[in-house]
């Protein structure tokens, strides 16, 4: 955008994304319109990612035609596993730039990407590729770490948007869950995942490297009964339950070959054990299960 023609700019950015502009300006730039300098706020934005918006260029001409196609199997998949939602039609895909920093936590996962009113938006500065020289400050200062950049490729495009349709589909209220119940209602969005994308490797699900999934594998019922021996499946304890809850480099608790976020596999073997006991389960009717309930029949014994 020529930064000497911006409000012409943005009002023609207004007409082409109705509803989006002003999220975008409000929630990912931390800007409000109506603020006197809102418009040398987004001036200096624009010249800052100047670098940002060259690499992302690249990205996008080379993967969104693909990222498109992909979608629109996800929504097959979507529509058949979940028949109560509608997508939007037509279903755009958004690309857009927001801060190093614009990365937040959701149900099942941490990421830029955000469900839009009539699609998704994908956050492209953080799709650059993990050596992308970009992200070289963001680490010296502090911003992000390498467990965080690895995933920073135009691979988890796809299932970054997915999570988001997911999480639109099944908001997610973890409201006085033990750890267990916690685990188990990421599970059931993360069982969910791997059958809308059935062909996308597990790391790129899980957010762990290779190895790190092949660990888990190797070592599922090393892994469940650390939970069983301390106690920890009905803790409600943030402080205690945020270790497995939440991402990182590694579980500590278990060893430095574990990966961060260890919920989202014991949760998602969990369901997947339930599913398989009652395979005629729809998505719909699990989500609205009790997660002790899931847990219990599952017969969960790894």
């Known amino acids: 955008m020529d930064t000497n023609q911006l409000v012409p700019g943005l009002n023609q950015l207004q007409q082409q994304y109705p509803g989006f502009l002003q999220n975008y300006l409000s929630k990912m730039l ?6 006197p300098q809102a418009l040398a706020a987004i001036t200096a934005f624009l010249r800052s990612y100047t670098p940002v918006y060259e690499v992302a260029n690249g990205v996008a001409n080379q993967h969104l035609p693909q990222l498109e196609k992909d979608m629109v199997e996800v929504l097959r998949y979507l529509q058949h596993y979940v028949p109560g939602y509608q997508p939007d039609s037509p279903f755009v895909i958004t690309t857009f730039i927001s801060p190093m920093d614009a990365y937040e936590p959701f149900a099942i996962g941490d990421y830029g990407d955000v469900r839009t009113q009539n699609g998704v938006g994908i956050a492209l500065q953080l799709h650059l590729g993990d050596n992308a020289q970009v992200y070289d400050e963001g680490k010296r200062a502090g911003v992000f770490f390498d467990y965080q950049t690895r995933r920073f490729t135009p691979a988890t495009m796809l299932v970054n948007a997915t999570k988001n349709l997911i999480e639109d589909a099944f908001p997610y209220k973890p409201e006085s869950l ?5 685990m188990v209602e990421k599970g ?9 994308l ?10 762990y490297t290779g190895k790190q999934v092949k660990g888990c594998e190797a070592n599922e019922a090393l892994i469940w009964n650390f939970f069983m021996k301390n106690d920890l499946l009905y803790s409600k304890d943030p402080l205690i339950n945020q270790n497995y809850l939440k991402d990182g480099p590694k579980t500590q608790e278990l060893g430095e070959g574990a990966p961060g976020y260890i919920a989202l596999f014991v949760g998602r073997q969990i369901v997947n054990a339930y599913l398989a006991k009652f395979p005629d389960t729809k998505f719909p009717d699990l989500m609205k299960m009790p997660a002790r309930q899931v847990f219990e029949q599952a017969g969960y014994k790894p």
């Open 30 to 35: 931390g800007i409000n319109p109506g603020d």
């Open 198 to 207: 059935p062909d996308v490797a597990d790391s790129l699900q899980l957010g």
């Open 188 to 196: 059931k969005r993360m069982a969910l995942l791997q059958r809308l």
């Open 178 to 182: 033990t750890l267990l119940e916690d």
